[in-house]
């Protein structure tokens, strides 16, 4: 099946800026918008970036998206310990005529 | 203020068909650009999605598992429901159904609004 590749795990220190990556194969992110989930240990995803680097309303600026090419990136800033959860991102599937999900990283504050 | 809330058995035996229910609210099924999804995450893992149902009836599947799914709307009752049969154990997952939201502009869409999930174990 066609997915997004996510590394597995990525961990920063409170106040530190991380980087979390999402690359896709085909054209999958190069010619869809990629959106960001935040999951919060035990409960359910929530929308965190969309259509590649908007934020809805209520989610920090700490948090930004970027795409480039066959890539997407989420970036934290100013790193909370709050911010300990799964990051996955998402994006339409031409292929698959419906959304794929990369594998998640799981996301440490040291 | 959009709301989900799945609903279902939380213990399904193996053969047996999974029915689900997403009950939502702040919204109509029958407003353009408007979709509402199922998305599984089995214990530990990644989250996957099964099935997409629009506005204007059109429906999407996952394509390993279409001729396990079957996904309707009750537009009167603001109900979705998703059947899944045959179950297996690996079907063991918790069961999301989510808001989607189409941006007319460009054509992208996103899932802005999930529900709580809810467990579904199959096991004999």
């Known amino acids: 099946q066609s997915e997004l590749t996510q590394s597995p795990s990525a961990s920063g220190t409170p106040g530190q800026r991380v980087t979390i990556s999402c690359s896709g194969i085909n054209s999958k992110i190069t010619n869809n918008a990629v959106n960001w989930y935040q999951q919060l240990p035990g409960t359910a995803p929530k929308l965190l970036i969309y259509n590649n680097n908007q934020r809805p309303s209520g989610v920090p600026d700490r948090f930004s998206g970027s795409k480039s090419g066959t890539s997407a990136s989420l970036a934290i800033s100013g790193l909370q310990s709050e911010d300990e959860a799964d990051y996955y991102c998402e994006a339409w599937d031409d292929g698959l005529n419906g959304p794929v999900f990369g594998g998640g990283t799981k996301l440490t504050v040291l | 203020q959009i709301t989900l809330k799945e609903s279902g058995p939380t213990l399904v035996k193996p053969t047996q068909t999974l029915t689900l229910t997403c009950t939502f609210s702040g919204f109509s099924l029958s407003t353009n650009g408007v979709a509402v999804g199922w998305i599984r995450q089995p214990p530990g893992k990644a989250l996957e999605w099964l099935a997409l149902i629009y506005w204007d009836d059109d429906k999407r599947y996952r394509p390993s598992l279409k001729s396990r799914l079957s996904i309707t709307k009750d537009t009167s009752e603001d109900q979705v429901v998703l059947t899944m049969t045959n179950v297996d154990p690996v079907d063991t997952a918790t069961y999301y159904c989510?808001?989607?939201?189409?941006?007319?502009?460009?054509?992208?869409?996103?899932?802005?609004?999930w529900g709580q999930g809810t467990r579904v174990t199959v096991s004999s």
């Open positions: 989510a808001h989607r939201k189409l941006n007319w502009n460009d054509g992208s869409s996103t899932f802005d609004i």
